[in-house]
């Protein structure tokens, strides 16, 4: 059974950093693919960040490109989602997902077969 377990989540001011990180269990990790999405209340849930685990391909949705990185230590099994001049818009439930079969739907939901249960992340101005 595949786990995917997040912490790292808090509440912080704006321009201040988190890090995220999201340990994952129960299945071969290399050669697979990882991302973190967020879900603010009263919004869909969308893609942040993508990262294939097999090698250092990475993708990041547009509103926070140059602000968050995505990284990965296989050895740990953990993927991490360091995030910097945080604002208030970043303020959400952040989720880890994985999947087995990569694809170029990197922002897709159907397209990842595991969920963690969420890491909150509130940023006040």
């Known amino acids: 059974q595949v786990q995917l377990v997040e912490s790292g989540g808090g509440s912080v001011q704006a321009g201040e950093s988190l890090r995220l990180s999201c340990v994952a269990s129960?299945?071969?990790?290399?050669?697979?693919?990882m991302a973190w999405f967020r879900q603010a209340p009263g919004k869909e849930r969308e893609g942040v960040a993508f990262?294939?685990?097999?090698?250092?391909?990475?993708y990041y949705t547009d509103s926070v490109k140059g602000r968050f990185t995505i990284s990965q230590d296989n050895a740990k099994s953990t993927v991490y989602l360091q995030m910097r001049s945080l604002k208030p818009e970043d303020t959400a439930m952040y989720y880890c997902?994985?999947?087995?079969?990569?694809?170029?739907?990197?922002?897709?939901?159907?397209?990842?077969?595991?969920w963690g249960r969420g890491t909150q992340v509130t940023v006040s101005s």
């Open positions: 997902a994985a999947t087995s079969t990569c694809s170029s739907y990197h922002w897709a939901r159907w397209a990842y077969d595991y």
């Open positions: 990262i294939y685990t097999g090698g250092d391909t990475a």
């Open positions: 129960g299945y071969g990790y290399s050669h697979n693919c």
